[in-house]
């Protein structure tokens, strides 16, 4: 493509470069500097290294400048500052070992989040939460050191717990026999590659139980079990109740919040 086929780049391109001078000579006028690269890093390493406790430590240390100026209303610009902020965090996340796909989703669940805030303090608690959850994912996901076979296993499961996921397709997934993969997946996760979808598809219906509308038949099916049954005896398998008692635990337990 040629120049002429953007007839306002230059302009934009001058518009954009004359604002960054603009806030940079205020900035200096009025001896304000922009929050450091390097309180940003502390975040970003907290939530690479799944260091959840870390991430209050951060988030309470008194800011070493101004936050950067996006836009000219106040909400708007502390809005922009979030989605600017949760894209390092979904980026460290990734870097710590969360699936990319589950790093993207809540991303993007936070940004539509962030849009429903309606004053600077509930953008503040948004933010606290958002790097608190990708951190504890990170923990989940990061810390095993697993063999790239077992990996890719992993990382296959947890991207297909809404379809039928059998032993075949997993090894083909991670490129090795389903014999093998059976002896290193159980070796290195101390569980069988059954257990784990169970495990997984179990968490993904916590979180649906708690932050979703579907009903425990929905849910159940959604997530490939053979039957409401089946469902519900699984379910108590990992978490000692049925999914109605654990959707009624979560949302007592969120209006003491």
């Not at 975040?43 to 799944?50: E, F, H, K, P």
């Not at 710590?96 to 962030?114: C, F, H, K, M, W």
């Amino acid at each position: 493509m040629k120049e002429k086929d953007f007839p306002n780049k230059k302009t934009e391109d001058i518009l954009a470069l004359n604002r960054g001078e603009d806030t940079l000579f205020q900035r200096r006028e009025n001896l304000q500097r922009h929050a450091s690269y390097a309180s940003e890093r502390r975040q970003y390493d907290a939530i690479r290294n799944g260091q959840v406790e870390q991430i209050y430590s951060v988030m309470r240390k008194k800011p070493d400048g101004t936050p950067g100026v996006l836009s000219k209303n106040e909400l708007r610009n502390s809005r922009n500052m979030f989605i600017a902020g949760i894209t390092l965090d979904t980026r460290a996340a990734i870097e710590g070992g969360v699936p990319e796909e589950t790093a993207y989703s809540l991303s993007d669940g936070y940004i539509q989040t962030v849009e429903e805030c309606m004053d600077q303090s509930a953008i503040k608690e948004l933010t606290l939460q958002a790097a608190v959850r990708f951190a504890s994912e990170v923990r989940k996901y990061g810390s095993p050191h697993y063999s790239r076979a077992v990996d890719r296993a992993v990382k296959y499961i947890h991207l297909h717990l809404h379809n039928p996921i059998t032993l075949g397709t997993v090894s083909e997934a991670a490129g090795i026999s389903p014999y093998y993969l059976s002896r290193i997946f159980r070796q290195e996760t101390g569980m069988s590659i059954v257990d784990y979808i169970q495990k997984e598809r179990i968490e993904a219906a916590c979180n649906m139980l708690s932050y979703s509308d579907y009903t425990a038949s929905q849910i159940g099916e959604y997530l490939c079990f053979a039957n409401q049954s089946y469902f519900i005896r699984i379910f108590r398998k990992f978490t000692g109740m049925t999914p109605a008692k654990y959707r009624k635990y979560m949302m007592k337990g969120r209006e003491w919040e």
